[in-house]
């Protein structure tokens, strides 16, 4: 169901989305999503909701700014009853460069809970509950249990966890990992660079349901 929802967003984050061009994912990684689409797609024509838990090695990085676009960009495009997740093999703590990079892009991020797995809160729109952020196993019971698409966005994370339960499809659409620019003075911008690409690509997704 389509839904008008575009003026709620915080405005850095829609001037940041309307900055997207879609024109440069490649026929390569648009065959990738269509499974995606075509998952997204079924559910919505069968009138049930839509659960994505979007898993890498230890939820830290990639797995949560797509979790983060996912939810962002459903909105973005009006599209109701979707729901996204995030898990790891193992969890760690969702490493604070990530948090940065959705920060520059408009996102109000707040920090619930200090600690070894700090807890976020991840506005994206005045009326909407935020994303709330931190690391987890991907069957962490914050995720849903049944009847949703596991999206593999690491490749160990698809090659180390062959079978995911209760998971209706297995997805993987794989990212190359910032955290080989950990320490550098390339952090922030390969950071954002990832988090961008990922956007992009969700906003490709979400554009073509």
Request: proline share 3%; aromatic share 10%; charged share 20%.
């Amino acid at each position: 169901m389509l839904i008008s929802m575009k003026s709620k967003l915080i405005p850095d984050i829609q001037a940041t989305i309307e900055m997207l061009d879609t024109g440069n994912v490649s026929k390569e990684r648009k065959q990738a999503l269509e499974i995606l689409i075509g998952f997204i797609g079924k559910k919505l024509d069968d009138n049930h909701t839509v659960n994505l838990n979007f898993i890498c090695t230890h939820n830290s990085r990639r797995s949560h700014l797509a979790q983060v676009w996912a939810q962002v960009l459903s909105f973005y495009c009006g599209i109701k009853d979707v729901y996204c997740y995030s898990g790891g093999t193992e969890a760690t703590a969702l490493f604070s460069a990530t948090a940065e990079a959705l920060r520059v892009s408009g996102f109000n991020i707040d920090v619930l809970s200090e600690g070894k797995n700090p807890i976020y809160s991840i506005k994206y729109a005045d009326n909407m509950a935020p994303v709330i952020g931190f690391s987890k196993s991907f069957n962490h019971s914050f995720n849903p249990q049944s009847d949703f698409a596991a999206i593999m966005t690491c490749s160990q994370a698809d090659v180390g966890c062959p079978f995911i339960a209760g998971a209706e499809m297995r997805i993987p659409i794989t990212y190359e990992d910032p955290k080989v620019f950990d320490g550098t003075e390339l952090q922030s911008e390969k950071y954002l660079e990832r988090s961008l690409q990922i956007a992009t690509e969700l906003l490709y997704v979400f554009e073509s349901i």
